[in-house]
Structures are given as C-alpha cells and as structure tokens.
C-alpha cells in the first residue's frame, strides 16, 4: 500500500505549502455591470460562506467578451470590478482589505477549449474575486488507505469548476495536472466520481454548456479527458456522476467536488 499513501501525503503537504486563496467568479450579462439575481445570490452566500479570520488581501479583476472597442471594454470591465467593491463594503466584508481592483479589459476566445463562441464569451463576461490568507501552518491531516473498505475515496481538494459548468477555475489546471503526474508513476485503478451541490440527492444539476442535467457526469468526464491526455492509460480508470448523493455539509463549494475511488493496486 506504500504507493497510495505516499501519494496521499503527498497530494496534502502540497497544498498545506502553499498560499491559500480563495476564489469565486460573478459572470454578467452582455454590456451590462449590474449583478443579476442569480448572481446577487451567488455573490451573497460567498460572503456569507467564505472564511473570515485572517484575510490578508482580497482583489478584484474584472473582464469583458471580445466585442465592443478595446476603450469600450476597459471601461465596461472596470465598472464590473467597481460593482463587486461595492457589494463588498456594503456587506461590511473587510473593504479595507480590498488592494486591487482592476479592469482588464476584453479576453479571447482562446480560454477554453470550446468551440462554440457564445459560451467562451459568457464566460468571459466575469469579475473574478480573489480572497488571501496567510500560508496554513502543517498539520496532520486524515490519510485514507484502500485497506479500509469503508473508505476508498478521496478528494481531489483545489480542482475546482466554474459553476454551472465542467470548466476548470483558472488555477486548477496546475493542480490537477500535477496530479496526473504523481498517477502516472503508480498502477492502480480508480474512478473517477464527480459530485455537485444544491439539488435533491439523486437529481443531477443542469450542465449550461449543453442544457442537460448532468453536470457530476460531465466533470467527471473532464477530469477523465484530462488524466488521458496526460498519458493516463484508459484501462486504468473509469468515471461516474453521483449528483448530490453525498453532501459533506457546510459550504456549498465542498460539494461541487470531483473523488478519486480506488478500486485496485
């Protein structure tokens, strides 16, 4: 079993090494830079959610689809950042933190790998908001081992999607690409178990890229695309949608999750 805990530990003492951020993305609707209802809500449970001791800095950048003059989008991407400042400080949320905030203007259509552009520039349409903390200091953390029928499974912890989509947050890509390399050097088998928040158990959440309810399916799958890209042999895994059958409880984002199930050496 040495190979699965020494990727265990792994896995954990880098992230317990390195700055902890948290993100969250406010997308808007074409030419506008007030939050609609949805997103007000969104924006409103993260400041409810998001951990309050220690924040170091929190930033705010804001960006536009590639439409509209280069004047035109600044200006407009700005005044999107403007907006989540002042959602900030009207929820008393540490304005004094806020170091950055920043418009920056238009973003190509070059993101994603998507081909259909309305989706890349609905994702372009975005403040993203970037709340700091001091670096964490170690501690033990749980280490599960594949002897323990009861626990096979684990969390793929920072691999993190846009909601409503089985996009990657910008940071994730590092995160499971390093991943991929600490599996490539092991043989076991696994799969690949995707989670979502906010529906009724079994019920699967809406993927707004293809209007289809099943969006655990499709992070999954992306996260499966991704580990075969990487030189992953597909014999070795597998992968599979499990809605919200699984709550961890406490914040929402804990839920929209995707676990690696070890299935054998």
């Known amino acids: 079993m040495r190979f699965i805990l020494?990727?265990?530990?792994?896995?954990?003492?880098?992230?317990l090494q390195a700055q902890f951020n948290i993100e969250h993305s406010v997308f808007f609707d074409t030419d506008k830079y007030t939050l609609s209802k949805t997103?007000?809500?969104?924006?409103?449970?993260?400041?409810?959610?998001?951990?309050?001791?220690?924040?170091?800095?929190?930033?705010?950048?804001?960006?536009?689809?590639?439409?509209?003059t280069s004047d035109y989008n600044l200006n407009l991407s700005q005044n999107r950042a403007n907006q989540i400042k002042k959602v900030f400080?009207?929820?008393?949320?540490?304005?004094?933190?806020i170091t950055t905030v920043d418009g920056k203007g238009e973003l190509l259509l070059t993101?994603?790998?998507?081909?259909?552009?309305?989706?890349?520039?609905?994702?372009?349409?975005?403040?993203?908001?970037?709340?700091?903390?001091p670096e964490r200091e170690n501690k033990t953390k749980k280490v599960v081992s594949v002897e323990n029928n009861k626990e096979k499974a684990f969390s793929l912890e920072n691999?993190?999607?846009?909601t409503g989509y089985s996009y990657l947050t910008r940071k994730s890509k590092k995160v499971l690409d390093d991943v991929a390399e600490i599996i490539k050097k092991e043989t076991f088998s696994f799969v690949i178990q995707g989670h979502v928040c906010c529906t009724d158990g079994t019920v699967d959440a809406i993927d707004k890229k293809t209007n289809q309810r099943n969006?655990?399916?499709?992070?999954a799958k992306y996260v499966y695309d991704f580990f075969v890209k990487k030189g992953i042999n597909k014999?070795?895994?597998?992968?599979?949608?499990?809605?919200?059958?699984?709550?961890?409880?406490g914040s929402e984002d804990k839920d929209r999750r995707v676990e690696i199930k070890i299935i054998s050496k």
């Open 215 to 219: 969006l655990s399916v499709a992070r």
């Open 235 to 249: 014999t070795r895994m597998s992968y599979e949608g499990l809605a919200h059958k699984f709550p961890l409880g």
């Open 159 to 162: 691999v993190l999607f846009i």
């Open 39 to 68: 997103e007000k809500i969104r924006l409103q449970q993260f400041l409810v959610e998001v951990e309050k001791e220690g924040v170091i800095q929190i930033e705010i950048f804001g960006y536009c689809d590639d439409r509209g």
């Open 6 to 15: 020494f990727f265990l530990f792994v896995f954990s003492f880098n992230f």
């Open 111 to 133: 993101i994603i790998e998507e081909e259909d552009p309305s989706i890349i520039r609905a994702l372009n349409r975005r403040v993203d908001i970037v709340v700091s903390y």
């Open 89 to 97: 400080k009207s929820n008393s949320f540490f304005p004094e933190k």
